[in-house]
């Protein structure tokens, strides 16, 4: 939970704390807290001054991916892709007949996209 700090000013996460620098990972850009309490994005390399007091990691930018949660969704897009799949084929099919040429293709393809019967609606996909 982040909350305003005594003077309104700064969010702060009181569960989130300055790490050890005995900890900080060498040379990956972090967060690094000099002894006057100013922080700034950089790397440590290790090195054996003791200006820095504390580290803390980089936030990760951006909300996490959903995960597929609705299965029915899933299989709908997966025939969905296979009806599409199967119209190609059949409109090469077709192309490759000898006599085609491209306004019989193309009605060929407006005929295949207004009659063919999605195969959901002939059977459960779940």
Not at 21 to 29: D, E, F, G, L, N
Not at 41 to 54: I, K, N, S
Not at 89 to 118: C, M, W, Y
Request: with cysteine.
């Amino acid at each position: 939970m982040t909350t305003l700090d005594s003077t309104g000013v700064a969010a702060v996460d009181p569960s989130y704390f300055w790490q050890p620098m005995s900890t900080c990972p060498r040379s990956a850009k972090v967060q690094l807290r000099g002894k006057g309490g100013v922080a700034v994005y950089g790397q440590y390399h290790g090195e054996r001054d003791c200006f820095w007091t504390g580290w803390a990691p980089l936030p990760k930018s951006g909300p996490p991916k959903p995960l597929v949660h609705n299965i029915e969704a899933a299989v709908d897009a997966w025939v969905e892709m296979e009806r599409k799949a199967w119209m190609f084929d059949e409109l090469v099919r077709f192309s490759k007949q000898p006599g085609v040429d491209a306004e019989t293709l193309a009605q060929a393809l407006l005929d295949l996209h207004v009659n063919i019967v999605h195969p959901a609606q002939t059977h459960s996909t779940c």
